[in-house]
């Protein structure tokens, strides 16, 4: 399979401090990719500048085929994006959202209606069209904002925290979605807090102050540290952090 996500000793520092320290890795086409770490460990740095958002201080990586130096634009227009906090307009109706963001990602007008009829109703949102996102439950925010995201058929999308607050049903109904979009070979780079989570990915990387400290799939990783689950790990490598929270 193509590696979509290509990371060669990334590094990022802000002053003295280290936050991300010499990382590589590689996610191939239609893979769902944890990424994960405590707050501070630097994963949302990584994210940041995977996403065309920030410059490394050394290092190279490709995002889509785009060197993350020279073509941070090309990358911005090919990856899907979702932040932990609501990123959607809460003043504007769900059809308007749709539009809007298929509309900075460069779609043409008739390609946005067509689509937008079928996201719709496999959403089965088609009488909230006209709904306010401000007005829908927090867990179809959720998935309206994920199926945004994706509504432009990108190569990668990131998904930082995509399910915090949400409950237990909602949440596997979103990765029921995370899987679709994978199989339709779109990858997933995903942050979470929740391990259980983990557990559902391809491959999970784990970061402890600004460093890789193990990386493989969940399967794989509980062999190598007799762990009963991701939870388990997460904690055993959490231990050797040194670093405060920022």
């Not at 996102?133 to 925290?161: R, T, Y």
Request: some cysteine; glycine content about 8%; aromatic content about 10%.
């Amino acid at each position: 399979m193509e590696d979509v996500i290509i990371v060669k000793d990334l590094t990022k520092r802000f002053g003295h401090f280290v936050a991300v320290d010499n990382i590589s890795f590689n996610v191939k086409k239609g893979e769902i990719f944890g990424f994960l770490g405590a707050n501070g460990a630097g994963k949302t740095t990584a994210m940041r500048i995977l996403c065309g958002l920030s410059r490394p201080t050394s290092g190279e990586a490709m995002v889509g085929g785009f060197d993350i130096r020279h073509e941070t634009e090309k990358i911005k227009k090919n990856i899907g994006y979702m932040s932990q906090k609501f990123s959607l307009y809460q003043d504007l109706k769900v059809w308007e959202n749709i539009k809007l963001f298929a509309g900075i990602y460069g779609m043409k007008k008739n390609e946005i209606a067509l689509k937008t009829d079928i996201l719709l109703n496999e959403l089965g949102f088609e009488k909230e069209k006209d709904t306010l996102v401000k007005d829908l439950p927090l867990g179809w925010k959720q998935k309206l904002a994920f199926s945004v995201a994706i509504f432009h058929n990108p190569k990668i999308v990131f998904l930082d925290e995509p399910t915090g607050g949400v409950d237990p049903i909602t949440r596997r109904q979103f990765w029921e979605m995370i899987y679709d979009a994978s199989q339709k070979g779109i990858t997933v780079f995903v942050t979470t807090h929740y391990m259980d989570e983990a557990e559902y990915c391809d491959r999970v990387s784990i970061m402890v102050d600004g460093r890789i400290e193990a990386m493989n799939s969940p399967k794989e990783l509980k062999r190598e540290f007799n762990a009963e689950n991701i939870d388990e790990v997460f904690r055993l490598l959490a231990k050797k952090s040194t670093r405060k929270e920022i």
